[in-house]
């Protein structure tokens, strides 16, 4: 029940990471430093998909796209976070709140999808070698890239419906860095058991389901491709590719599973995962890809020589 009389909560205060200014300075240099390294890594990979005529295949387009959203996810937390490092009084307004969790979400969920339409493209590129290109052309790339889009802003709509309806009359402290469904629906003046079986079954089901999916689909095609060997250093590196997207699908779903799929209460790791999950996470993609990935590798330093260097082949 929603109390009769109560004044609105219009802002949040953020304990943050620690309360020590020494630790503050350190955890500072330290995220600055990821997150410096976050975005000249993914804009890189970005330009040299665009810029290389050899990476045209539907797994560039969407790697380029994954890059994209790593940009726009860790550019949703890591900002304020680095700000408030120097705050006294670490605030975020009610309105902010629910835009950082409504872009957290639609670009998390945005993300999750991308990969499971990753994981179909790999499926045609080793099981239909033959009709790879007519399978996995342009046109269906761009509608299962919208549709991956479309799917994180259904299920980030969703998540922000349930919390703005909520009434905040009381505590207005969060225990945490940014602003998150587990941490908002915790000092709500009302029962949110409801809304938390919905977001855990939105969220935490969904991460689950999607995580198994996507690990038997890696697994399935690994054993395909031990069985076909022959080809020799073309399953080698389709084989380092499958390697690359299951390491990601674990990155991405371990700490989603372990934030959303369960009830919400606070433990001791949440900081960590969460760190892990918004901040450390988005590094790891360009690191995976451009480590296993010879074609990404060679292009880069291309275009690297070409375009930062000023040296021409």
């Known amino acids: 029940m929603e109390p009769d009389n109560y004044t609105r909560v219009t802002e949040f205060v953020l304990t943050g990471l620690s309360q020590t200014r020494e630790v503050q300075l350190v955890l500072f240099v330290i995220f600055l430093s990821f ?29 380029a796209n994954l890059a994209f959203l790593d940009i726009w996810y860790s550019s949703i937390t890591a900002p304020k976070m680095l ?14 709140c629910i835009a950082q969790l ?49 799917g994180g802003f259904i299920h980030s709509i969703i998540q922000v419906a349930l919390i703005v309806r909520l009434p905040f009359c009381g505590p207005n402290e969060l225990d945490s860095y940014f602003c998150d ?8 003046c009302a029962n949110t058991f409801p809304e938390e079986l919905v977001m855990i079954f939105s969220s935490g089901l969904i991460s689950v389901v999607c995580f198994i999916a996507l690990l038997m689909s890696y697994a399935f095609l690994l054993v395909m491709l031990k069985k076909h060997s022959g080809s020799g250093e073309s399953t080698s590196r389709a084989m380092s590719t499958c390697y690359s997207h ?16 369960r009830p919400f209460d606070a433990f001791s790791l949440d900081k960590i995962v969460s760190v892990f999950h918004t901040v450390i996470f988005p590094l790891l993609n360009p690191i995976i890809y451009t480590l296993r990935n010879k074609e990404v590798k060679t292009a880069m330093r291309k275009i690297t020589k070409k375009y930062i260097f000023c040296k021409e082949k």
Not at 84 to 90: L, M, N, S, V
Not at 133 to 149: D, G
Not at 246 to 261: D, H, K, N, R
């Open 83 to 96: 700000v408030d490092f120097f705050a006294e009084r670490k605030i975020i307004s009610f309105g902010g």
């Open 35 to 63: 997150y410096l390294l976050i975005l000249p890594g993914n804009i890189l990979i970005i330009f040299t998909i665009r810029l290389d005529a050899h990476l045209t295949s539907p797994m560039y387009f969407l790697l």
């Open 246 to 261: 299951m390491t990601i699908v674990v990155l991405m779903f371990g700490p989603s599973i372990y934030i959303y799929a």
């Open 181 to 188: 469904i587990t941490q908002v629906v915790r000092i709500a």
């Open 102 to 150: 409504f872009f957290l979400h639609f670009v998390g969920a945005s993300e999750m999808f991308l990969l499971t339409v990753m994981a179909f493209d790999r499926y045609a590129a080793i099981c239909r070698p033959l009709h790879y290109a007519t399978i996995m052309n342009r046109r269906l790339c761009c509608v299962l890239v919208a549709c991956s889009w479309l």
